[in-house]
């Protein structure tokens, strides 16, 4: 097989695809929890006590919101550096389950703040900027991954496990 093409050229490609895919992974997986999260924040948001601390958040001010914003991702921080400590420490297993524990109720936090304070955070300038720039990298990415045939191969066989599950749930409880 004869490649074409400078090999540095062909490498850089393959890497960039590599990172492509990984970061379209990460984002995939980050929005499956930012929604989950968001429904579960939402549904404990109904509580009386919750309800009036969100109604507070959601009429702060733009720079209030921000920092509102940023409290769940400063106060975590430390964690996610105990589970890299952790990690290197030779409590791999340990380290991971810390790490994704703050990662998942970061996540939870953030989404609900941010629902809460999207109005006041996209009235900042550069943060819309920001936020512009993301949403739209974000939907290249996923053009791309959604066009690999790799994808569309995972998305027939999921299909095909869930019609089969859904089949074999029929056959043996009924509808």
Partial sequence: MKMRGNPKDVLAAVARGAFMLL???WIFLEEWI????QACMAWIGRLPGVRWCEA?????PRYAALVAFLIPGAILVPFKLLAFWLIARGHALLGLEVFIVAKIVGTAFLARIFALTKPALLSIGWFARLHA???AWRDRLYAYVKSL???RAAVAWIAAARGALRAWVRSRFGN
Avoid at 34 to 37: E, H, I, N, Y
Avoid at 56 to 60: E, H, Q, S, V
């Fill in 56 to 60: 507070r958040i959601a009429r702060l």
């Fill in 23 to 25: 970061a379209a992974l």
């Fill in 149 to 151: 045939p790799a994808w």
């Fill in 34 to 37: 930012w929604d989950a999260m």
């Fill in 133 to 135: 720039a993301f949403t």
